[in-house]
């Protein structure tokens, strides 16, 4: 895909995930069960490309990054395992402690994903320059 498209989706992403955080504000329960079960599905759809991209992956940038995705990919499962069977539990006080423990993991994702986000600003300003650099000595008609 290419980088225009990629932010292209992303815009639509972010403008989903206020329609999520409006259900959310409004406690609308039928409209959250239901993106809880749209999202676990895309990130597995996601992951198993991912994992095809990573397959096909030739040198140690791809495999690092192919490594980092598998790192978060296993940390979120746990988190999100582990949401699952507290949200099984019985009794105010239980329920509340998990309310509040997925908020904060809530919070944390959030704070990752603007982290991430930076980054991949930074790798697009990164990648714009590296391409400028390298048109502007074609034109020059260097070699190297």
Do not use: C, P
């Not at 980092?68 to 699952?84: G, H, K, L, P």
């Not at 994903?113 to 990164?126: F, G, N, P, R, T």
């Amino acid at each position: 895909m290419m980088l225009s498209e990629q932010l292209a989706e992303l815009s639509e992403r972010s403008k989903k995930t206020e329609e999520v955080v409006a259900a959310a504000r409004e406690k609308n329960r039928e409209k959250l069960v239901s993106e809880r079960a749209r999202l676990k599905s895309s990130i597995a759809d996601r992951n198993a490309k991912a994992q095809e991209r990573a397959a096909g992956a030739k040198g140690k940038a791809q495999a690092r990054w192919s490594d980092m995705r598998t790192s978060v990919e296993q940390r979120f499962t746990s988190i999100n395992d582990a949401a699952d069977e507290r949200r099984l539990a019985k009794g105010v006080k239980k329920a509340r402690r998990h309310a509040e423990r997925a908020e904060h993991v809530a919070a944390d994702a959030v704070s990752l994903a603007m982290y991430v986000l930076d980054q991949a600003e930074y790798s697009i300003v990164d990648a714009a320059s590296a391409r400028a650099d390298a048109d502007d000595l074609a034109l020059k008609g260097l070699k190297g």
